[in-house]
């Protein structure tokens, strides 16, 4: 069983911001189920702090004004938000977190917690290589 998974950055996505990088881990054997209700206390204190910190002073949080940068570089749709500030925007700061099932709840809670996207992806369905690239219209 292999444990690695190739991924390549393409040139330009490089090219715009050369200094990117990103970090895997497989995690194996886990088991997904609906959304836990023990997740429910920790979602209403993520809610309960966001609601607090008001939106026009997220420049404050360095990792929040880092993906905005990155976002510029990499030459994103100005409408659309990176994908944690996407999260708080529509979900928390309308106090609702999104209930998906257990793995997908708890990335979300973490990668709010930290500030850093996090993408989950079943490994044995992939093939091949991966490449992290631009998306095109209609991706």
Not at 113 to 124: C, M, Q, R, T
């Amino acid at each position: 069983m292999e444990d690695s998974l190739g991924i390549v950055i393409s040139d330009l996505v490089l090219s715009r911001a050369p200094t990117l990088f990103f970090k895997t881990r497989i995690v194996r054997k886990v088991c997904v189920y609906p959304p836990p209700p023990a997740l429910d206390e920790p979602k209403q204190e993520t809610i309960a702090r966001w609601t607090k910190a008001p939106e026009a002073g997220w420049e404050s949080y360095p990792l929040i004004a880092v993906y905005r940068e990155l976002k510029k570089q990499l030459g994103g749709d100005p409408q659309m938000l990176p994908a944690v500030e996407s999260l708080l925007v529509r979900g928390i700061l309308k106090r609702r977190f999104p209930a998906v099932n257990s793995a997908v709840d708890v990335a979300n809670l973490v990668s709010i917690k930290h500030l850093v996207p996090i993408g989950l992806f079943d490994f044995d369905k992939i093939t091949g290589n991966l490449e992290l690239t631009l998306s095109a219209t209609g991706d």
